[in-house]
């Protein structure tokens, strides 16, 4: 399961505005390593709501849409 997340951490920072600002001041106070355990963690979290919820994952973006995201949203993609 760490794996996955980890996996997964890569992806979230790098579509999500709001979650890499705060990987960043993380990481500047504490260490890379911590600040990914943080996300991770957060990440989890954020799962295990999608999942009792039944909820997408709702992001902050700076650019458009990545079509991964747009298709997992239910639109198609241009």
């Known amino acids: 399961m760490r794996y996955l997340l980890n996996q997964a951490v890569v992806s979230v920072l790098r579509f999500d505005a709001g979650m890499r600002r705060w990987f960043k001041q993380i990481k500047r106070r504490r260490g890379s390593k911590i600040a990914r355990v943080a996300v991770m963690r957060r990440l989890a979290t954020i799962f295990w709501h ?25 639109t198609e993609a241009a």
């Open 50 to 74: 999608m999942l009792t919820k039944k909820q997408k994952y709702r992001y902050e973006s700076l650019v458009k849409k990545h079509k991964e995201f747009e298709v997992f949203e239910g």
